[in-house]
């Protein structure tokens, strides 16, 4: 198995990330802490009357060093949910036709967004290249393995960030499951990180992979073998 244990791995520490844009394949990159307070703090109110939110699992992820996050992608409300469930700012790694318009380029980059465009290859190392530069920082990163929304099923998985990661570092990866389900007015949200995997030198990408879509469908609700 490669589930259940940290040991053996050993992440960054986290460091001061204000002027972590000055690098020069990531400039125009990085979260703008103001930008990401007010946004988070305006988000819970907006929401709240629309969502309970139960979190479980806060003790599988670090406190202070480097880790991937991979969830299951149910729909948009993933993401500002995600981030009221993690008690630290977040990276994310979001399709690139998100970023056309300006003003929503500043505003997503601002509060960690990531663009990741598969069709133009340099675009694509620029925020791979990125991803590493967060993690060497100490930072957490998202990567929906799916890609986009599949609604009360799981989709397939995509290894290409997983994989680059895995050559570069030695980082944790955090399997999160999420679910919706609608009560009365409010539909409940619940978030439930999973044990880290430990990545063994001589693990295929592909049994790597399937292992982590597994443990992503069993915390969602949804069965490992219908994959």
């Given at each position: 198995m490669l589930l259940l244990s940290r040991s053996g791995i050993v992440p960054q520490r986290r460091t001061n990330t204000q002027a972590e844009n000055g690098d020069s394949g990531t400039a125009g990159l990085g979260r703008?802490?103001?930008?990401?307070?007010i946004t988070r703090a305006a988000g819970r109110i907006i929401l709240s009357p629309f969502f309970a939110l139960e979190v479980r699992g806060l003790e599988n992820l670090?406190?202070?060093?480097?880790?991937v996050l991979l969830p299951k992608h149910q729909r948009?409300?993933?993401?500002?949910?995600?981030?009221?469930?993690?008690?630290?700012?977040?990276?994310?790694?979001?399709?690139?036709?998100?970023?056309?318009n300006g003003f929503a380029r500043w505003y997503l980059t601002a509060l960690g967004g990531l663009p990741l465009n598969r069709k133009k290859p340099l675009e694509?190392?620029?925020?791979?290249?990125?991803?590493?530069?967060?993690?060497?920082?100490?930072?957490?990163?998202?990567?929906?393995?799916?890609?986009?929304?599949?609604?009360?099923?799981?989709?397939?998985?995509?290894?290409?960030?997983?994989?680059?990661?895995?050559?570069?570092l030695t980082i944790p990866f955090v399997p999160v499951g999420i679910?919706?389900?609608?009560?009365?007015?409010?539909?409940?949200?619940?978030?439930?990180?999973?044990?880290?995997?430990?990545?063994?030198?001589?693990?295929s990408y592909n049994l790597l992979l399937k292992e982590m879509m597994g443990e992503i469908a069993r915390l969602s609700g949804f069965n490992p073998a219908d994959l």
């Amino acid at each position: 198995m490669l589930l259940l244990s940290r040991s053996g791995i050993v992440p960054q520490r986290r460091t001061n990330t204000q002027a972590e844009n000055g690098d020069s394949g990531t400039a125009g990159l990085g979260r703008r802490k103001w930008v990401f307070r007010i946004t988070r703090a305006a988000g819970r109110i907006i929401l709240s009357p629309f969502f309970a939110l139960e979190v479980r699992g806060l003790e599988n992820l670090p406190r202070e060093t480097s880790f991937v996050l991979l969830p299951k992608h149910q729909r948009w409300e993933d993401i500002p949910l995600l981030s009221f469930a993690t008690p630290r700012p977040l990276y994310y790694v979001a399709k690139y036709e998100l970023f056309q318009n300006g003003f929503a380029r500043w505003y997503l980059t601002a509060l960690g967004g990531l663009p990741l465009n598969r069709k133009k290859p340099l675009e694509s190392r620029r925020t791979m290249k990125a991803v590493i530069h967060f993690l060497r920082k100490g930072e957490g990163v998202v990567i929906f393995p799916e890609g986009t929304y599949y609604r009360g099923r799981m989709g397939p998985g995509h290894a290409g960030i997983i994989r680059l990661v895995l050559s570069r570092l030695t980082i944790p990866f955090v399997p999160v499951g999420i679910r919706y389900c609608r009560t009365g007015l409010r539909t409940r949200v619940q978030v439930q990180f999973g044990a880290p995997f430990v990545v063994e030198k001589d693990t295929s990408y592909n049994l790597l992979l399937k292992e982590m879509m597994g443990e992503i469908a069993r915390l969602s609700g949804f069965n490992p073998a219908d994959l």
